[in-house]
Nanobody, 113 residues
Framework: VQFVESGGGLVQPGGSLRLSCAASGFTFSSYAMSWYRQAPGKERELVAT????????RYAASVKGRFIISRDNVKNTVYLQMNSLKPEDTAVYYCYAPGLVSWGQGTQVTVSS
């Protein structure tokens, strides 16, 4: 099982980023997928989850209305569109398949002026 996250970077408050996570080594279309994030000195927290066929999504209260999770089961990729970014969104972002014990290296998102 492997996850490769990409798309992070430095962005000003109010800006947008789109994260991608390419998954391999398992039947991607059979699993829900989640995005987590971990800020310095804080525990890893769940940001968003999407069901296996993309019919349902859930978000943490802190990102609801600003972030959108989506997936492409042909490309085995899950995305996180992040809009109206705030400094408190600064963290390393990871994708994860609930039920599989594996994490990628993450992608750093820094929101700063």
């Amino acid at each position: 099982v492997q996850f490769v996250e990409s798309g992070g970077g430095l962005v000003q408050p109010g800006g947008s980023l789109r994260l991608s996570c390419a998954a391999s080594g398992f039947t991607f279309s059979s699993y829900a997928m989640s995005w987590y994030r971990q800020a310095p000195g804080k525990e890893r927290e769940l940001v968003a989850t999407i069901t296996s066929v993309g019919g349902s999504t859930r978000y943490a209260a802190s990102v609801k209305g600003r972030f959108i999770i989506s997936r492409d089961n042909v490309k085995n990729t899950v995305y996180l569109q992040m809009n109206s970014l705030k400094p408190e969104d600064t963290a390393v972002y990871y994708c994860y398949a609930p039920g599989l014990v594996s994490w990628g290296q993450g992608t750093q998102v820094t929101v700063s002026s």
